[in-house]
């Protein structure tokens, strides 16, 4: 099996593979992690976002999740409080109950009560935030980690697995045999050789790149390739940390343009996102 990208679900691709016995080959066109998968919040969290959209099932998974990374990489990944201040008065109860719910779907995973707040608790949390109209507030617990730093450690599991990783190997072309796909042409980015692989099975982990390795089955195996994927793109603001002096981190459920928002410490700095 070859797998193509070294981000999270390629490299996640590769030790679920690696485990099951199979022979696995990743390559990676530039460093592990070179996309979406160093670009993210931070947040390992079970989606207080699909909680509001009513996506339970998805909730559900995602603490499931974040119970599992926890439980086996708690060098990386770490409890972090969160609190939400209220400027009107439903939202510390209404928003509050949606958080206590969100406890209770964690179950024996929670990593930490919610709680409710007065305007003078929501200041010791956060002295920066806005104090004119300030109400209360909600504190609740989600987890944060080193996304970049994760996914190298999976690089490493893969490799003990017994997966061969590379990354600076470039996929240049795809090989087909009797109209189905063989394999692909690589070539090492660091010595300019170009390699042949042969593979009984491809998978393309690429994330927004996915439909430019598509295109080199065209005409082939699949016929005209049609784009997949319409990428969209966010951007993280990183700050100074006196923008966020304490080891709390901010959260908006709704901003302005109807996204949800976080302020979170992370390196001595605070990154503000997605926007």
């Not at 305007?119 to 080193?146: E, H, M």
């Not at 240049?172 to 109209?179: G, K, R, W, Y």
């Not at 005209?224 to 700050?239: A, D, F, R, Y």
Request: glycine share 10%.
């Amino acid at each position: 099996m070859v797998v193509i990208g070294g981000g999270a679900t390629g490299l996640g691709i590769a030790v679920d593979a690696s485990q099951r016995g199979f022979r696995v080959l990743l390559l990676e066109k530039n460093d592990f992690a070179k996309g979406t998968s160093s670009r993210a919040t931070k947040l390992v969290h079970g989606g207080v976002r699909y909680l509001a959209q009513g996506n339970l099932s998805l909730v559900r998974e995602a603490l499931y999740e974040r119970a599992v990374l926890l439980h086996n990489a708690p060098h990386i990944v770490q409890p972090l409080a969160f609190v939400m201040p209220s400027y009107k008065w439903w939202e510390t109860t209404f928003y509050g109950m949606g958080l206590m719910l969100y406890d209770l779907m964690a179950g024996k995973s929670a990593i930490g009560s919610t709680q409710f707040l007065n305007k003078q608790q929501v200041l010791d949390r956060l002295p920066q935030v806005r104090s004119i109209g300030l109400r209360g507030g909600v504190q609740y617990w989600d987890g944060q980690f080193d996304d970049a730093r994760l996914a190298l450690e999976i690089a490493r599991t893969a490799q003990q697995k017994g997966a061969v990783v590379l990354n600076y190997c470039s996929v240049e072309s795809l090989a087909h045999q009797n109209h189905k796909l063989s394999g692909l042409i690589g070539k090492d980015a660091e010595t300019g050789r170009v390699f042949n692989v042969k593979a009984k099975c491809v998978i393309n982990a690429t994330g927004v790149w996915v439909d430019g390795i598509r295109a080199m089955d065209a005409n082939t195996s699949l016929g005209k390739i049609e784009p997949m994927v319409t990428p969209s793109q966010g951007v993280h603001l990183v700050v100074d940390r006196s923008f966020l002096s304490k080891d709390f981190a901010l959260l908006v459920p709704s901003t302005q343009d109807g996204r949800v928002l976080f302020a979170v410490p992370w390196l001595g700095k605070v990154i503000l996102g997605t926007t």
